[in-house]
């Protein structure tokens, strides 16, 4: 019960017929009720420090319709109540009573990032898969979708690589990420080329030399969705791809 100069805010409703009471002992509070009857009464209630109006009642809300709402708040949001209790004397209806309030929403969990890394350790070498393959969280396509196969890696014995030819590999991301490690190896050429994409605009390209050997290789930025690797004259192959994903800032993260 509240008048414009006194807000009520609702911090929680509890699953049990909530029960509510109010006081007003610093100063009196005015509350206008208005009865249903034709014409309608208007009665004035005013209370003193010395005799303060107590109110004590069993408050049964029934919605007409259940509707399921999840709320992901980043901003404040300000919720207005208004609504009117129904007073009922001996089941009849005798008075309507209004309350006003407003509910304040805020301060959402900022989402931690998460460094994920896929490998292919699982596999065997010569294992074949159709382009594009999904594997971990990644997909991975080759020009003109040929197969793909698994390798061994030289530079480290018992390490399952996959390969890929000299047209390139494409490695997707199912949502945008940042600062992309990329663990490849190249026996043929003098090196490879990396390009990075953000929902299909190129933002960041390098060259790497790479020549019988094992690098690792630094994509940077953020928003990257694709990278895309060309050359190594059907000698090279990757051997793990890590990359950071979620936390402020990064669009489309997962659930």
Known sequence: ?????????????????????????????????SFEEKPPAHVVIETS?????????????????????????????????????????????????????????????????RY?????????????FNSPWDHGELRFRTAGNTPL???????????????????GIRVEFPWPV????????????KGLSFFAYADGALIAQQNVEIHNEIKEVLVEGSGITAIEIRGGGNESSILRVCFWSGGPGMKGDSE
């Open 178 to 189: 940042r600062d992309v490690l990329m663990t490849v190896a190249s026996y043929a050429g």
């Open 149 to 167: 196969r698994t390798v061994g890696s030289g530079g480290t014995p018992g390490t399952t690589a996959l390969g890929f030819p000299n047209e």
């Open 116 to 128: 994920t890394c896929v490998d292919f350790t699982e596999f065997k070498p010569g294992q074949v």
């Open 1 to 33: 019960m509240a008048t414009e100069e006194r807000k009520v805010t609702i911090v929680a409703w509890p699953k049990e017929p909530a029960l509510l009471e109010h006081r007003f002992t610093d100063r009196p509070c005015r509350v206008s009720v």
């Open 49 to 113: 420090k010395e005799k303060p109006l107590f109110v004590d009642m069993d408050m049964k809300v029934t919605p007409t319709k259940t509707i399921p709402v999840c709320l992901k708040v980043c901003e404040p949001i300000c919720i207005k109540s208004d609504y009117t209790i129904g007073v009922d004397i001996f089941d009849r209806p005798v008075a309507n009573i209004k309350i006003r309030g407003l509910t304040r929403v805020y301060n959402c969990r900022e989402e931690e990032e």
